[in-house]
């Protein structure tokens, strides 16, 4: 008998931590969507052709390495993203970085491509260049 009460009393306390952490997931939602706003999202050469999705709010940063060829400094076409630093890039031999912070809801492209010197010359190399590309889209409200 006794063996009964406490299975129907842990069974009962079970259907009330269910019910609580049904109703907890907006919360831990709301939580986990202002922790995604803060965390930087870092992009690379092999990140080109990629969608990235952001929170208002949230900085993304791109370094690009280059071999023989220099990447020119990082751009963003729309008004979603805005570049808030960059340095290296070419003519230099340093990576092109560059950070951008996700600033209104909508859509972006940030883009680059690779260069070299021999390319400026006359007559110039003939050496392949290549484009990087990725399409941002940038939610809120959070910020």
């Known amino acids: 008998m006794i063996a009964i009460v406490c299975a129907a009393a842990a069974a009962a ?10 109703s907890h997931p907006a919360a831990s939602a709301a939580s986990t969507a202002t922790s995604q706003a803060r965390t930087p999202v870092s992009l690379t050469a092999f990140s080109d052709g990629t969608t990235v999705r952001l929170f208002r709010g949230q900085p993304v940063s791109v370094v690009l390495r280059g071999t023989a060829l220099s990447w020119h400094l990082p751009a963003a076409t729309g008004t979603a993203v805005r570049r808030t630093s960059a340095s290296g890039g070419y003519p230099g031999h340093q ?12 859509r972006a492209v940030l883009s680059s491509f690779d260069d070299i010197a021999c390319l400026h010359a006359r007559p110039s190399c003939a050496v392949a260049q290549r484009s990087w590309r990725v399409v941002v889209f940038v939610t809120g409200p959070h910020s």
């Open 13 to 22: 306390a079970c259907g009330t931590q269910r019910q609580a952490t049904a």
């Open 95 to 106: 990576p092109a970085r560059a950070t951008f912070l996700a600033t209104w809801p909508g």
